[in-house]
């Protein structure tokens, strides 16, 4: 079969993918950005990538016609656009308008649980989303899914966050509000089963894990599995808006996507009843079952997909290939050069840099740097990586993305996401037993330049120390 993936680079997407190929289907996977798609992993000849830009209906034109099936996995909820319901209508709209040009018989839509009259933002955005593929020629099924919980997933390292860096917790009153938490792999498993399964056309399906859990139950249950011991207290004075600082802040989310949260969390999401998962056989997992799979995957480094891998900001929507070229005109460079001996050892340095391992020199001032970006409205340096050894492009790397990433080259090229009056890269290459150390910084104007020299004597501190420790001792394994 032929299948269609959009959201492929997404949190869904990367894990639905290799299932699909395991079940032997040919699948077209669509992407705004070429350079963010690793296919080295997936048999070449199961597998193609478009460029596609669902909020641009002449980018679709390349959408193959003998399409058997397709998956419809796109959202804007972490968009810097304050509209994203009009963004997701949008790439809706332009998606059944494209599929009246195909074959496809059935689109599988993933969306949210909606049993409430008042609904929030987002699951008012993915209810209208769902009226408006179900107006196509196409037979459309909906799995609606509250909760998400599995190793690299928002909810999962936002509770993460929470339970492991709180001993005591000031709640807001939402704590309380009811939800139905599912395991990733339970997800997944849906998303197969229904595929070109006839009885399952034209229908709306619930999905959800075999519990009904307050989020506070959610917050106290990954403590006992994590063998912590946390108090929360309700806090009623809490409003929306301090609530949602309070995830920015002690957790590795957006601001925004914190807002969105926030308010889809003081809406119960409880499914509705069916019979899907008897039907597809497929045994739920318990909430604490997934939370144990979650750590055994991160334990294990195969973690595939992280949610903070999938969204990035503005200046990265035109794709990551219009930044792989690093600027030298109008632009501030520090260079380091080391001499080395063992190229491996040092490849591996570099490769596991940042998240737990640090940055090898001035790990407070990284810190500190982190805090000021989340005070100014950034990503902070709370995002880590997905793995402690391996990198791809499109990968978030503490509050770095990733853009080039080839141990064949010797080369790691990063891009950076802070808040800064102007743009970064960091870039390591070793050449000739040589390492090569360059910062590039292309300031905004006036306040650029005075923030590039106020920093300046920091900067020949921090990088001097960064590529000597990297370098260091590079006879010793």
Same mark, same amino acid.
């Given at each position: 079969?032929?299948?269609?993936?959009?959201?492929?680079?997404?949190?869904?997407?990367?894990?639905?993918?290799?299932?699909?190929?395991?079940?032997?289907?040919?699948?077209?996977?669509?992407?705004?950005?070429?350079?963010?798609?690793?296919?080295?992993?997936?048999?070449?000849?199961?597998?193609?990538?478009?460029?596609?830009?669902?909020?641009?209906?002449?980018?679709?034109?390349?959408?193959?016609?003998?399409?058997?099936?397709?998956?419809?996995?796109?959202?804007?909820?972490?968009?810097?656009?304050?509209?994203?319901?009009?963004?997701?209508?949008?790439?809706?709209?332009?998606?059944?308008?494209?599929?009246?040009?195909?074959?496809?018989?059935?689109?599988?839509?993933?969306?949210?649980?909606?049993? *409430?009259?008042? #609904?929030?933002?987002? $699951?008012?955005?993915?209810? !209208? @989303? =769902?009226?408006?593929? +179900?107006?196509?020629?196409?037979?459309?099924?909906?799995?609606?899914?509250?909760?998400?919980?599995?190793?690299?997933?928002?909810?999962?390292?936002?509770?993460?966050?929470?339970?492991?860096?709180?001993?005591?917790?000031?709640?807001?009153?939402?704590?309380?509000?009811?939800?139905?938490?599912?395991?990733?792999?339970?997800?997944?498993?849906?998303?197969?089963?229904?595929?070109?399964?006839?009885?399952?056309?034209?229908?709306?399906?619930?999905?959800?894990?075999?519990?009904?859990?307050?989020?506070?139950?959610?917050?106290?249950?990954?403590?006992?599995?994590?063998?912590?011991?946390?108090?929360?207290?309700?806090?009623?004075?809490?409003?929306?808006?301090?609530?949602?600082?309070?995830?920015?802040?002690?957790?590795?989310? *957006?601001?925004? #996507?914190?807002?969105? $949260?926030?308010?889809?969390? !003081? @809406? =119960?999401?409880?499914? +509705?009843?069916?019979?899907?998962?008897?039907?597809?056989?497929?045994?739920?997992?318990?909430?604490?079952?997934?939370?144990?799979?979650?750590?055994?995957?991160?334990?294990?480094?195969?973690?595939?997909?992280?949610?903070?891998?999938?969204?990035?900001?503005?200046?990265?929507?035109?794709?990551?290939?219009?930044?792989?070229?690093?600027?030298?005109?109008?632009?501030?460079?520090?260079?380091?050069?080391?001499?080395?001996?063992?190229?491996?050892?040092?490849?591996?340095?570099?490769?596991?840099?940042?998240?737990?391992?640090?940055?090898?020199?001035?790990?407070?001032?990284?810190?500190?740097?982190?805090?000021?970006?989340?005070?100014?409205?950034?990503?902070?340096?709370?995002?880590?990586?997905?793995?402690?050894?391996?990198? *791809?492009?499109?990968?978030?790397?503490?509050?770095?993305?990733?853009?080039?990433?080839?141990?064949?080259?010797?080369?790691?090229?990063?891009?950076?996401?802070?808040?800064?009056?102007?743009?970064?890269?960091?870039?390591?290459?070793?050449?000739?037993?040589?390492?090569?150390?360059?910062?590039?910084?292309?300031?905004?104007?006036?306040?650029?330049?005075?923030?590039?020299?106020?920093?300046?004597?920091?900067?020949?501190?921090?990088?001097?120390?960064?590529?000597?420790?990297?370098?260091?001792?590079?006879?010793?394994?």
């Amino acid at each position: 079969m032929n299948i269609l993936l959009t959201g492929a680079t997404g949190y869904i997407g990367q894990r639905l993918l290799p299932v699909l190929l395991d079940e032997g289907h040919h699948v077209i996977c669509c992407t705004r950005d070429k350079h963010r798609f690793d296919t080295s992993p997936y048999p070449a000849d199961q597998i193609d990538v478009i460029e596609v830009d669902l909020l641009e209906a002449s980018t679709l034109n390349v959408i193959p016609k003998n399409i058997d099936a397709a998956y419809y996995l796109v959202h804007s909820m972490s968009s810097h656009n304050d509209d994203f319901e009009t963004l997701e209508q949008q790439s809706a709209t332009n998606f059944v308008g494209q599929m009246k040009h195909t074959h496809v018989e059935q689109i599988v839509y993933l969306s949210g649980i909606i049993n *409430s009259e008042k #609904l929030s933002k987002h $699951l008012r955005s993915r209810k !209208k @989303v =769902e009226e408006i593929l +179900s107006s196509g020629s196409f037979s459309l099924t909906t799995l609606r899914a509250g909760i998400i919980v599995g190793s690299g997933s928002a909810s999962f390292e936002i509770i993460r966050d929470l339970v492991e860096k709180l001993p005591v917790m000031l709640a807001p009153k939402w704590l309380n509000t009811r939800t139905q938490p599912i395991a990733i792999r339970n997800v997944i498993a849906y998303l197969k089963g229904v595929l070109l399964q006839k009885e399952t056309y034209d229908q709306s399906f619930d999905i959800g894990g075999p519990e009904i859990l307050t989020y506070k139950q959610m917050l106290l249950q990954f403590a006992d599995v994590r063998n912590l011991k946390r108090t929360i207290i309700s806090v009623p004075i809490m409003t929306p808006r301090l609530s949602s600082y309070w995830l920015y802040f002690v957790t590795s989310t *957006s601001y925004r #996507l914190a807002v969105n $949260l926030v308010n889809s969390m !003081k @809406v =119960e999401v409880v499914c +509705s009843e069916n019979k899907l998962h008897e039907m597809l056989n497929i045994p739920l997992l318990s909430y604490k079952e997934a939370i144990r799979m979650a750590f055994d995957k991160i334990e294990q480094q195969e973690v595939i997909s992280r949610w903070t891998d999938a969204r990035s900001g503005e200046i990265l929507k035109e794709g990551i290939s219009n930044l792989i070229e690093v600027p030298s005109y109008g632009c501030f460079k520090d260079h380091q050069q080391q001499e080395i001996e063992d190229r491996q050892l040092i490849l591996n340095r570099i490769w596991s840099i940042g998240g737990e391992t640090g940055w090898y020199y001035g790990n407070n001032l990284w810190a500190l740097r982190g805090f000021i970006d989340k005070i100014a409205g950034g990503v902070g340096l709370r995002r880590g990586r997905k793995s402690s050894n391996n990198l *791809s492009a499109g990968d978030s790397l503490d509050f770095w993305r990733v853009l080039y990433a080839s141990r064949k080259d010797q080369r790691l090229l990063l891009y950076a996401e802070m808040k800064l009056p102007g743009e970064a890269w960091l870039e390591f290459r070793i050449k000739d037993n040589i390492l090569y150390q360059t910062a590039t910084f292309r300031p905004l104007g006036v306040w650029g330049r005075l923030y590039w020299y106020a920093l300046y004597p920091i900067h020949i501190f921090i990088f001097k120390g960064m590529i000597q420790n990297i370098a260091k001792n590079t006879t010793q394994r």
